[in-house]
């Protein structure tokens, strides 16, 4: 599930003022009482949006209406028709992309004049937002955080009689337990693992950057993502669980539909799962595996960020509707409908998964256990291109067989490669 929050308007800036602190760490500054609409660029249903963004807002600010705008609407194509939205929500990891189009706002005077504590966010998930502004900025504020777990196929497990995964494995455990379920039964071949590359290298639980953002030069040929290379790719060389260029990347049909694969790494896929259980599929999770220089650590928060765009004429306004989504009540509505919290309060993010019905009877708190990665210490606008790069590396190297060293080599050549045309443009 998605949280994309989003929007754009026009209007005079609210005056300045005080007001009542608050315990949830954010004064509710004076912006008036004139009706204020909002345009918010999000990526949700209307039921969610009405009730994880609009409700929490109108709580606070009964004059501020929000307006959705849908993310069919192309943020280059709303800046040039003069529409961007008040307040834009993507990812953490897409802030280098709006910071480089000059349209979001840095919010560090907002927070002093607000009074807003931002000690009340989990120290790992701001620094992931400062470090990805950079130069000491806050270019958004954290909204909902990414999951990524182990699902296991629970028929699978009994069928070959070993005992299910438990949270809190390493990748060395969880792989003497892909080799246990990788088996063929009845002419049927079961697979033991496989994963969404997408998330265990673009939010690596090493914390590996991938350009030095002082050089603009690639960071990959190196022995901390030799290390993780090996690690998935060890996992793809297991006898009866290879893959070749027409299977790489098909694991989660494998998992829901097939019903072949017995541990599958990903994100949260609770929108696929209903279909899946109704088609027999008897499955739980536990926490991702971890490394053991990280333990009981998930990848890297590269969770939903909300930014108030440089052009809105309301950005008082915009502000404190996106304060209004980080009070309690609201982070409690994220994470009982499927996301983590960003708030430091453990008691909030228990209330995990409570609105979705097919976790009630499965390791629903297994999603909020681990902590997450600390960010890379380097983080540029051209990572989204070298973590593409590195994914169509490591595919090379699982489906041809070259060595790590190459893949690596190969990476590096391609990384600056690209890097330097996208500088010359």
Excluded at 389 to 401: A, D, G
Aim: charged fraction near 25%; include cysteine.
């Amino acid at each position: 599930m998605a949280f994309a929050l989003q929007g754009c308007s026009g209007g005079n800036d609210a005056p300045e003022g005080g007001g009542a602190s608050s315990k949830e760490g954010v004064k509710t500054v004076d912006i008036g009482n004139e009706p204020i609409e909002l345009k918010i660029w999000v990526n949700m249903s209307d039921d969610l949006f009405q009730k994880l963004v609009v409700q929490p807002v109108k709580l606070k600010y009964p004059n501020i209406s929000l307006t959705m705008v849908g993310v069919d609407k192309k943020i280059p194509d709303l800046i040039a028709s003069g529409e961007v939205p008040d307040i834009i929500t993507d990812t953490i990891g897409s802030i280098p992309k709006y910071k480089d189009l000059a349209i979001i706002e840095e919010l560090t005077p907002y927070v002093k004049k607000f009074g807003m504590d931002l000690g009340r966010i989990n120290p790992v998930v701001l620094e992931t937002v400062q470090r990805t502004s950079g130069n000491s900025q806050l270019l958004g504020l954290p909204i909902s955080g990414n999951v990524v777990m182990m699902y296991y196929n629970k028929d699978i497990f009994d069928k070959f009689g070993v005992p299910y995964p438990k949270d809190g494995l390493t990748w060395d455990d969880a792989y003497e337990l892909a080799k246990k379920v990788t088996k063929t039964d009845g002419g049927v071949k079961y697979r033991g693992f496989d994963f969404q590359d997408s998330f265990q290298f673009t939010a690596n639980q090493l914390s590996l950057p991938v350009v030095d953002d002082k050089t603009n030069k690639a960071l990959v040929n190196n022995d901390g993502w030799k290390k993780m290379f090996q690690n998935y790719a060890r996992f793809l060389a297991i006898p009866g669980n290879e893959v070749d260029d027409k299977t790489y990347g098909k694991g989660m049909d494998q998992f829901l539909k097939d019903k072949t694969l017995a541990l599958y790494v990903t994100s949260s896929m609770f929108s696929r799962l209903p279909d899946a259980i109704n088609g027999g599929l008897n499955f739980d999770m536990v926490t991702l595996p971890s490394f053991s220089e990280v333990p009981n650590t998930t990848t890297q928060v590269d969770g939903g960020v909300r930014m108030v765009s440089t052009t809105s004429k309301k950005k008082d306004a915009a502000f404190a509707a996106l304060s209004a989504m980080l009070s309690d009540e609201a982070q409690k509505q994220i994470a009982m409908n499927g996301n983590t919290a960003v708030l430091k309060d453990s008691k909030i993010n228990e209330e995990f998964g409570k609105n979705i019905e097919i976790l009630q009877t499965r390791n629903r708190l297994g999603f909020v256990k681990n902590q997450p990665a600390k960010p890379t210490v380097s983080i540029t606008k051209f990572d989204n291109d070298a973590h593409s790069i590195m994914r169509s590396q490591f595919k090379k190297m699982v489906v041809t067989q070259i060595d790590v060293n190459s893949a690596l080599r190969e990476a590096e050549e391609l990384i600056n490669k690209k890097i330097a045309e996208t500088a010359g443009k």
